[in-house]
């Protein structure tokens, strides 16, 4: 569905009164321009003389941030859908105690839900800095910037995915689950600081 939109309809529907897309859509549509940057620096290396020991590694990152791409691309409607699930559920009736605790728990099963996906799109994201790293380092010098970039808009991608899953994660009355996706959350969050500020170095003039 947001995936097939042009760039221009996709903007005016995250500026819409509607709650999605929201961030996590957002969130996933940065990691797929930092894998596509990323297969691009590969691209501009694979054929490029004085960088032949490289062809076979550039390829295989290619690859690799091709599918990272799609995979992105999808979880823009996957983390949208999830949290319309949430929406959803709040308009349940709650007339009655029995509707009133069917509704409870549907809003925390699809709450839950809502907090997973972008979790996902953060931890793909979080793969993204070490192909950023390669194509710095082994690529074609003239389009380092470019993997820098990609680093940049992967950091992005993993915080504005892990605001969801905090967002979310917050409104949890399951303690246990709360405590897990939190974790989990300021684990990534460490590591993608890590792994943006060692790709960087890369490019200190």
Known sequence: MFKELTINQFIENLASDSPVPGGGSAAALTGAGAAGLIAMVAAL?????????????????????????D???????????SYAKVMDCFK????????????????????YGAAIVPL????????????????IDKGNKNAASDGA???LMARTSVRGAL???????SSLKD??????LLKK????????????STVLKLMEF
């Open 45 to 69: 290396t694979i054929g490029k003389t004085g960088y032949e020991e490289h062809w076979d590694e550039m390829a295989k990152v290619k690859e690799e941030m091709d599918k990272a791409k």
């Open 71 to 81: 995979f992105f691309l999808n979880a823009m409607d996957e983390d949208a859908g």
């Open 92 to 111: 349940m009736p709650k007339n009655t105690d029995e509707e009133k605790v069917c509704r409870l728990q549907a809003i925390q099963e699809t709450l």
């Open 120 to 135: 996902q799109i953060a931890e793909k994201a979080a793969e993204l800095f070490r192909f950023a790293e390669i194509v």
């Open 149 to 151: 970039v990609a680093a």
């Open 163 to 169: 605001y969801n899953v905090k967002i979310n994660a």
């Open 175 to 180: 303690a246990e689950s709360k405590a897990d």
């Open 185 to 196: 959350a300021e684990s990534l969050e460490k590591r993608s600081a890590q792994a943006e």
